[in-house]
């Protein structure tokens, strides 16, 4: 069983910034890949950064430059650090902890809310 639990998420205007985090326990080990997504209301979940263990990185091209994404593997626990917010960003965020091959061993967060307003 695995657990995975977002925080950080709120309100902030426009330009502001946000850090998430999001803490993987129960039977896991490094080796996941650690990842954010966003669903906002009436779209597709979307993925917006991912890392492994090594701490190579992908970022979805609307976030490149703006977003950055760290992991803790002692902690278990992944960050997503969030600046130039803009309304756009306003989303349900979503963490994902999955085995880099067994594809069912994929497990998400409940979701942190986002709003960008002013």
């Known amino acids: 069983q695995v657990q995975v639990a977002e925080s950080g998420g709120g309100s902030v205007q426009p330009g502001g910034s946000l850090r998430l985090s999001c803490a993987a326990s129960g039977n896991i080990g490094s080796i996941y890949i650690m990842g954010w997504y966003r669903q906002a209301p009436g779209k597709e979940r979307e993925m917006l950064a991912t890392?492994?263990?090594?701490?190579?990185?992908n970022y979805a091209g609307s976030v490149k430059g703006r977003f950055t994404i760290s992991r803790d593997n002692a902690k278990n626990t992944v960050y997503l650090q969030m600046n130039s917010l803009q309304f756009e960003d306003t989303a349900v965020y979503y963490c994902?902890?999955?085995?880099?091959?067994?594809?069912?061993?994929?497990?998400w967060g409940q979701g942190t809310q986002v709003t960008v307003s002013s």
């Open positions: 994902n902890v999955k085995h880099p091959w067994e594809q069912r061993l994929s497990y």
């Open positions: 890392i492994s263990q090594r701490g190579n990185t």
